[in-house]
């Protein structure tokens, strides 16, 4: 009785916010419709106003192609902001006016939240970005190769560490969490200097900033010198925490020097409003693969580990930044496979 009762208040709620959207409630007759689901704020998180930027590049570029007689797609953003408790309802919400072809988004816990969406709305379509889900055929993912991108920065904390301990805080568990981000971030740490431990702590949010900066206060009391904060805008937290205690912080999915200079000593970049552009691009062609993760890494040119930042020039020891370069080369050359975990 529990389950039903929540999945009608959750069906209720949806229903209550289609009059938030207004005009945008009618099914829109112009041609393919797209909504970009942003489960943050665009100006708090590059990552997501690139996801915004990399759709709309690609919808414009396709009604360029388009003859006079074809009717141009539409897209539709909508910031969920930053408490995630809210982001079902609001998911729901856009399924809900049955106005979008596809809704296209960003995050790992996406999902695990669209999956009994696909149940109660058959004909809507998720697309999702830094996302993963194997087997339903109204979802698609690309998922970008974290083991590179954790490796990396585990290498590099690992060789910055004067303590032989670093740490990662995460907004909350999740599959690609648990078992690619982590482990790859501590073996990389390990691989690096041998004797290496990796700290893990959980926010519980993807916004709380006062307990991030609680917890990298807590890392740094048991001695831990090197952070990978991948929790959202709990990483301010985190950053004023890292300053104080004149800690260093590895940087995730953008290039993030300026947040901290002198503080962070890595950015390992997701190419965010490519993979959109690219995403997005194929779906209004009729090329998604529905039902599968499509996996993009350095190879693919989706991945960058940032060495050209003025900043990371200043910050990083020539001798680090050799080793880096050799491991970045061996990777793209196929000379080193990562371990298997």
Not at 215 to 227: E, M, P, R, T
């Amino acid at each position: 009785m529990k389950s039903i009762f929540k999945t009608f208040l959750t069906v209720a709620s949806a229903l209550f916010m289609l009059f938030s959207l207004g005009a945008c409630s009618k099914k829109v007759s112009e041609g393919t419709s797209i909504a970009v689901f942003i489960p943050g704020i665009m100006a708090d998180s590059p990552i997501y106003a690139n996801l915004a930027k990399g759709v709309q590049e690609a919808v414009e570029e396709y009604n360029n192609s388009l003859s006079q007689d074809k009717r141009p797609a539409q897209v539709f953003v909508m910031e969920a902001g930053t408490n995630q408790a809210e982001w079902s309802t609001k998911l729901t919400s856009l399924a809900a006016t049955g106005t979008y072809d596809v809704i296209i988004s960003s995050n790992p816990s996406l999902p695990e939240i669209a999956e009994p969406l696909t149940k109660t709305f058959p004909s809507q379509k998720f697309l999702f970005l830094d996302a993963s889900m194997e087997g339903n055929s109204n979802i698609a993912c690309i998922s970008y190769n974290q083991k590179e991108q954790s490796y990396l920065t585990g290498y590099i904390a690992g060789l910055f560490s004067k303590s032989h301990k670093v740490g990662l805080i995460a907004a909350q568990e999740y599959p690609v969490m648990n078992n690619i981000l982590y482990p790859y971030y501590a073996r990389g740490a390990a691989d690096a200097v041998s004797g290496t431990t990796c700290e893990f702590r959980i926010v519980g949010n993807w916004y709380d900033a006062a307990k991030g900066a609680e917890l990298a206060d807590a890392l740094y009391s048991i001695g831990v010198d090197v952070i990978l904060p991948i929790c959202g805008g709990a990483s301010q937290g985190v950053i004023s925490s890292a300053t104080e205690h004149k800690i260093n912080l590895n940087w995730f999915d953008e290039n993030g020097f300026a947040k901290a200079p002198g503080v962070i000593i890595s950015s390992c970049m997701a190419k965010q409003a490519l993979a959109a552009k690219e995403a997005t691009a194929q779906f209004l062609t009729g090329g998604t693969k529905w039902g599968s993760t499509k996996v993009v890494g350095f190879s693919e040119g989706y991945v960058e580990f940032i060495t050209d930042d003025e900043l990371y020039q200043k910050t990083v020891h020539d001798s680090i930044k050799e080793k880096m370069n050799s491991l970045i080369a061996s990777l793209r050359d196929g000379s080193f496979s990562l371990p298997e975990l």
